[in-house]
């Protein structure tokens, strides 16, 4: 880890996961020099970073920067690609759910909406979740669940709200098992990360607002019809959020088909895919060095 902060860490601990702590980037290849196979997961590799694992079969998720044509394999799962080069895997296909996801049972669907998520990840540096929650407060006989990040940093703002609003809710932070909080929800309202998928697993109707520019990029809240996407988060006002909001509590068919085409799709199989393709590709690779 590279200028770890000290919740990053605390997090890998939490989590049982050994980390080495390091100076510089040529610290990286000394310490893969023994491996076969290295695993970049961090935005936009270089490509000097790259060439310096020249002799390791290499796989990167996420990535977008210009070491990626020199990887060997990359996942994009966030991005959809119509005509991606061939070292390039692009799209929900890919997606690799948590796997307290995993072991949960898809939600089933109900004619009533009673109980609605708001979740913006772990920072929500626009404060999408009091926007979402002033909406809320237009409809009556709702239960809400609010989740926030452990970067949240609008506390002030919305504690004065809630000291003051109506809604019924349930206020969570720093959550470690998302799946078993997205059971029992009829309608999400999310950003437009890796979330998305999340609820797409869980079979949940959502609505999705980008909060940045890179987050714009991600392509599956437009092309699926289980998720209704608003664009981003600057240029959704209130009276927008509120109706399609209102459409999908009033009109169940609507909803009906949004859960129907999420349950079609085996977002689930994402982890058996990424395997099956790094496996291949990595004895493909080993074969021609072999031969060469």
Known sequence: LLNTFTKGKQLLQENNYKYLEIESVNQVKEYCSGYDIVINDFLDTSTDYIEGLADKFIVNFEDLGDGADKANIVFNALYEF??????????????ILNEKILIREPNHFRDEV?????????????????????VLE??????????LGPGYGHWDELSRFLESTSLDYTLLSDVKDMGKEMENIDIAITSNGRTVYELAAMNIPTISISQNDRE???????????????????????????????????NKDIRYKMYESLSKIDIRRGIKNVKDEIISSFWRWKDEKNNH
């Not at 009673?114 to 002033?134: C, E, H, P, S, Y």
């Not at 437009?222 to 998720?227: E, P, T």
């Open 82 to 95: 119509s005509n991606p080069k061939k070292n390039h895997k692009f799209g929900w296909h890919y997606f």
């Open 114 to 134: 009673m109980q609605i998520l708001i979740t913006f990840g772990g920072v929500d540096q626009n404060n999408l979740t009091l926007k979402a929650l002033r």
């Open 138 to 147: 237009r409809f009556n006989g709702l239960k809400v669940k609010i989740i």
């Open 216 to 250: 714009t990029m991600h392509m599956f809240s437009r092309y699926s019809k289980g998720v209704r996407y608003l664009g981003i988060g600057c240029n959704v006002d209130d009276e927008t959020l509120y109706e399609n909001l209102k459409e999908l509590i009033d």
